[in-house]
């Protein structure tokens, strides 16, 4: 079994840049896939980003390419999400997630084992 702890949202200004962190319980942290969804109120949770176990491969949400990176340090059982250049539209509440699938499951939330409790990103304008 797998314990998330997210950290390291909170109040930023568009154009800043923030970096998320998932700690992660347990000695098989290598042997899950990991990703990030954000939620809004109302809407459905979505992909923002996956990473494999080993951390070669990663896969991003369109509309994030190029703002967000997704990385992870196993030694230390963490997960990261570095987002750049944020925008009001990424305000959400992020969760990271761990689970075994591949693609293309690994984008639906529903495939995922555990979760964490989630931060929240407000990016003001």
């Known amino acids: 079994q797998v314990q998330l702890v997210e950290s390291g949202g909170g109040l930023v200004q568009a154009g800043d840049s923030l970096r998320l962190t998932c700690a992660a319980s347990?000695?098989?942290?290598?042997?899950?896939?990991m990703g990030w969804f954000r939620q809004t109120p109302g809407k459905e949770r979505e992909f923002v980003a996956w990473i494999s176990g080993s951390g070669e491969i990663t896969d991003y949400k369109d509309s994030v390419k190029g703002r967000f990176v997704i990385s992870r340090d196993n030694a230390k059982n963490t997960l990261y999400l570095q987002i750049y250049s944020l925008k009001p539209e990424d305000t959400a509440i992020y969760y990271c997630a761990a689970g075994i699938y591949g693609s293309p499951w690994y984008r639906v939330s529903r495939k995922y084992d555990y979760w964490g409790q989630g931060t929240q990103v407000t990016v003001s304008s």
């Open positions: 347990g000695r098989t942290f290598s042997t899950y896939t």
